[in-house]
């Protein structure tokens, strides 16, 4: 069975410091993809970064940093330099085979 | 349009009504998938259609659920004789094909409500 944990149902954070988002999955699966979502209160699900579980390398975009450890089965994501607009719920999901799983998310808060 | 379109956006219906909510991927993409949002849950998997072939239905909970896609475009998700557990937020996300690398593109969701 394919499972993604995310650990901290809240997190909170300064803006314009950095926040850590935990997550560890488990698959049976040799390849697949890891994802992080973020969903905003207008209830969209918006792509926030992608990590092929083959590359050692650990994505990045912009503000957004994931901390990729395979053998551990971990991917947390880092934001730094937190705004505002980064409140939201964020989801960890791995997509293996033909399905994608989700975590049961992380509700950030940015403090002014 | 340029999105993932859902709708309705809301809907209230009394226990045991059947209801359909529609889904309009984003033009082009093959893989449709529909999750279901419980209050503060993570999505839970309910189906996928993948082109032509046959849908992936194995996360539907019940019987009571069903869902099509015809031409291969749009989709609506039907749940019958509704229960107030069936009370959610329904999302559909479309990908450029199926592939557990693709980045899913989701719509702003259906929220259901089952008095």
């Known amino acids: 069975a394919q499972t993604v944990t995310q650990s901290q149902p809240e997190m909170s954070v300064q803006e314009a410091e950095t926040v850590t988002l935990s997550c560890t999955y488990d698959?049976?699966?040799?390849?697949?993809?890891l994802f992080w979502y973020k969903q905003p209160p207008s209830r969209q699900m918006i792509l926030v970064i992608r990590q092929e579980a083959y590359k050692q390398q650990n994505a990045t975009e912009n503000r957004f940093s994931v901390n990729f450890q395979k053998a551990a089965k971990s991917f947390s994501l880092k934001i730094s330099d937190s705004q505002l607009g980064d409140a939201a719920m964020y989801f960890c999901a791995c997509g293996t085979g033909n399905q994608f799983y989700f975590g049961t998310g992380t509700s950030l808060t940015v403090i002014p | 349009g340029a999105g993932v379109s859902q709708s309705p956006s809301n809907k209230v219906t009394e226990k045991g009504k059947d209801v359909e909510l529609r889904c309009d991927p984003i033009?082009?993409?093959?893989?449709l998938y529909w999750y279901r949002q419980s209050l503060g849950q993570g999505l839970e998997f309910l189906i996928y259609f993948q082109g032509n072939s046959a849908p992936d239905k194995s996360g539907l909970p019940s019987d009571r659920f069903s869902a099509e896609r015809t031409g291969g475009s749009v989709s609506t998700l039907t749940i019958q004789r509704t229960q107030q557990e069936d009370s959610a937020v329904y999302l559909c996300?479309?990908?450029?094909?199926?592939?557990?690398?693709?980045?899913?593109?989701f719509g702003d969701g259906t929220r259901l409500s089952i008095l």
């Open positions: 698959t049976s699966e040799s390849d697949y993809y």
């Open positions: 996300a479309s990908s450029l094909e199926q592939g557990r690398n693709q980045p899913q593109h």
């Open positions: 033009s082009g993409h093959t893989a």
